[in-house]
């Protein structure tokens, strides 16, 4: 009696384990990752470049060269699903190629982090590219930091084996935990990232902001970072 008690124990802890590992197979499912990158992409209206939902939703990053207003101006975006969402250029910083832009409203899309600190050279990227592109997203390695002659404020570009496209300028580049760590800094084969790194606090200072409606418009409210 004991031992069909103790058999039919065994059963249950096996049908337990499988489903565990069933269940953490479907976490580390690269399409989800993919799914989640590509949905928190837009694309800048006028169709031209790319960006990224960010932090709380309400911000977006993209590459300063894509950015044809200055702070205070408007830039619209849509999302993956067609929906044009509109916003206000916060940040434009052309040394390091990042912009910043504050949506009039909340994205609906998963908003990814911005990561505080560089990627290692070797280690596995993920790229989507534009979200209005059919194209596969590609698991890219950062083979290294390194100055580009195009960023030359910029000690520690990420040099990429991704494969870009022309209009892929500002899309993002993610680590396996979704942060994003770097911006395409051109289209048309550039396989070369602007690093998001240093704009992380920046980002979270606006966030901070949007939090406080009734204090006044700090950060980025006029002129460009980094000049």
């Known amino acids: ?28 499912d690269p399409s989800l990752d993919f799914r989640a990158l590509k ?23 993209t590459a300063a060269h894509c950015i044809d207003v200055i702070p205070g101006g408007r830039q619209p975006v849509v999302l993956r699903n067609g929906h044009l969402l509109s916003g206000v250029v916060k940040i434009v910083d052309p040394v390091r190629d990042l912009a910043v832009i504050r949506f009039d409203e909340q994205a609906p899309v998963h908003p990814l982090p911005v990561a505080t600190s560089l990627p290692t050279p070797g280690e596995g990227l993920l790229f989507a590219g534009r979200n209005d592109r059919p194209g596969e997203p590609q698991e890219v390695e950062l083979k290294r930091l ?68 009734d204090s006044q418009q700090g950060v980025g409210g006029s002129g460009s970072a980094g000049q």
Not at 2 to 22: E, P, T, Y
Not at 39 to 61: E, I, N, S
Not at 149 to 160: C, D, E, H, I, Y
Request: aromatic share 2%; with cysteine; net charge neutral.
């Open 39 to 61: 949905d928190a992409t837009v694309t800048l209206f006028p169709g031209h470049c790319a960006g990224v939902v960010v932090a709380d939703g309400r911000h977006a990053l």
């Open 1 to 28: 009696m004991r031992a069909k008690r103790l058999s039919g124990l065994a059963g249950v802890l096996a049908m337990v384990m499988l489903a565990a590992c069933g269940s953490a197979k479907k976490q580390e």
């Open 146 to 213: 390194g100055r580009c002659p195009s960023l030359p404020g910029v000690p520690q570009a990420l040099f990429t084996s991704l494969h870009g496209e022309k209009g892929d300028s500002g899309a993002p580049v993610v680590d396996h935990r979704l942060q994003v760590v770097g911006l395409v800094h051109g289209g048309a084969a550039c396989s070369i990232a602007a690093p998001t790194a240093e704009i992380a606090s920046l980002v979270d200072t606006l966030v901070a902001e949007v939090a406080r409606p």
